[in-house]
């Protein structure tokens, strides 16, 4: 299949069309010296991503269950990664790579295929890429992970990271050094939290937002660090330790408090044929960081963000599956022509953003496989064939 032709049905319904290249933040570019050179840095593990969905019903000890479908991609903090770059930002990331097949895979899939800077990360010899196999399976997940400790400091990772306007870490009761100086520099901390197997959330852990600019986590995670009894309540009491507080609610959408600008914002989510969930929070996260560094009003910032979220779901795999402004086009002149009068009107602001000259090109579209990978000296760009 060539670069550029339009899709045939088989890869259009496993992977997002995403298309050419978008800016959204051109007309903010300054163009000045002192401007950072890209939108957003991140630091953390690439894994190789193994994801069955499809399952005729949950695994048990002793049995064996067929899957309808099945995909590999980067996992990890590549889910973010590609996430923002498929939606315009400027995107680094620092990360230890293996010279294993997995490790291949991962570093032409975000290089190449998706345009992430990788000036910053490492390839390691004789050390074996982190792998996780996830199933999807009753609307949520399970996942199996095989991983060596990365032999590559974060120390080192950071020092060669490029200077950007925003940086993306998991909240810690103390951050990495390297995102205390980016803060301390003028960078937008992002932030969310993963779960606490302890079960304690500890408001410790809370102490880090002094560094943040944004904070987001699930509805859970919110009520349990807080101690509060809903999401809202939760959402007010992180507005009075952050500048931007975001509670995620799944298909119930999304509740946030901007306190630098006085904005708050409650949005309904999007229900859409769900393939795979795993990695719609990081799509989400990468949507509302885009709309923020864009100033975007903060009821836009979600909408946006809930959108994206839900179109990722319909494909397979965390990274791969995030989709790109054709995607977003295509489902707004859909939902037009369903005549939908509160969509119409709650996404009436995407008439503007869209990009009014797009292509669902096979250019920047990785599909979720390793295994039947085209030439490259028979493309334009780099397509990958899906399974």
Not at 66 to 81: D, E, V
Not at 91 to 117: H, I, M, P, Q
Request: proline share 6%.
């Amino acid at each position: 299949m060539m670069a550029g032709n339009a899709p045939d049905e088989r890869a259009a319904e496993q992977a997002p069309m995403v298309g050419e290249p978008h800016d959204p933040l051109l007309s903010l570019r300054s163009g000045r010296s002192d401007e950072p050179e890209f939108d957003l840095a991140l630091i953390g593990t690439v894994f190789f991503d193994i994801v069955f969905t499809g399952l005729g019903g949950d695994p048990h000890p002793g049995t064996e269950v067929h899957a309808q479908g099945m995909g590999s991609c980067p996992g990890g903090t590549a889910n973010l990664a590609v996430a923002a770059a498929r939606l315009g930002l400027r995107t680094t990331l620092a990360s230890a790579f293996g010279e294993d097949v997995y490790g291949d895979f991962c570093w032409e899939t975000l290089e190449t295929g998706e345009r992430v800077d990788l000036s910053a990360s490492y390839r390691v010899p004789d050390w074996h890429s982190p792998v996780t196999v996830s199933a999807a399976y009753a609307g949520d997940r399970s996942m199996m992970t095989h991983e060596h400790e990365a032999p590559v400091p974060v120390a080192d990772l950071a020092a060669r990271l490029p200077q950007s306007a925003a940086v993306f870490a998991p909240l810690s009761t103390r951050f990495p050094t390297w995102v205390r100086d980016r803060a301390a520099a003028g960078a937008l901390v992002f932030a969310d939290v993963g779960w606490d197997s302890t079960l304690v959330w500890s408001e410790e852990t809370l102490a880090g937002l002094e560094h943040c600019h944004a904070f987001m986590p699930n509805t859970r995670e919110a009520i349990a660090y807080t101690r509060q009894d809903d999401p809202r309540g939760a959402c007010k009491a992180l507005a009075e330790r952050v500048p931007l507080a975001v509670v995620t609610r799944g298909d119930h959408g999304a509740i946030a408090i901007d306190s630098g600008t006085g904005e708050e914002a409650e949005v309904d989510g999007l229900a859409m044929d769900a393939v795979d969930p795993t990695g719609a929070g990081d799509v989400f996260g990468a949507a509302l960081m885009m709309g923020t560094l864009a100033g975007w009003p903060l009821s836009q910032r979600l909408r946006l963000a809930n959108l994206c979220a839900a179109l990722s779901v319909q494909y397979i795999g965390g990274s791969l599956s995030a989709p790109g402004w054709a995607d977003i086009a295509i489902w707004y002149a859909q939902m037009r022509a369903v005549g939908d009068k509160r969509l119409r009107s709650e996404y009436a602001f995407l008439g503007d953003l869209i990009p009014t000259q797009w292509r669902p090109t096979l250019d920047r579209r990785s599909v979720a496989t390793i295994g039947l990978r085209t030439r490259a000296d028979s493309l334009e760009g780099n397509g990958v064939d899906s399974e």
